[in-house]
């Protein structure tokens, strides 16, 4: 029987194969930004062209649960993920900043939101 967590690693897994065949490439997986920042992880960082994307993760039963599964403070926490990042990859500064969400649905439907949320302090 597959746990909660074993859905949620298959789910990330999915995602990142989704966004290579649309022409994205992984810069990291389950980023941490350390302890202390209140951040917590980065499920997916990833380019395209001069686009770097911070992409939350989230399966459930339901494309509809997924979406409701982010909550305002996980938002946050990406938002500080992110900023965390860039901090401390300057190479990055000249790229655009997104933050997107994919959602997964078992046995397998899935949705990719484009701006998922605005970062006002990364822009």
Do not use: C
Not at 10 to 23: D, Q, R
Not at 83 to 88: D, G, N, S, V
């Amino acid at each position: 029987m597959a746990t909660n967590y074993h859905n949620g690693k298959m789910a990330e897994y999915i995602a990142l194969v989704y966004l290579l065949f649309k022409g994205y490439w992984p810069v990291a997986k389950n980023y941490v930004t350390g302890r202390g920042t209140h951040a917590g992880e980065v499920d997916l960082i990833m380019r395209k062209g001069k686009m770097l994307v911070f992409v939350e993760v989230k399966e459930r039963r339901s494309i509809e649960k997924a979406a409701y599964a982010i909550s305002e403070k996980q938002k946050e926490r990406i938002i500080r993920g992110a900023e965390a990042f860039l901090q401390k990859h300057k190479e990055y500064d000249a790229f655009d900043i997104r933050i997107d969400a994919i959602l997964v649905e078992y046995p397998f439907r899935i949705r990719h939101l484009r701006n998922a949320w605005i970062a006002p302090k990364l822009f």
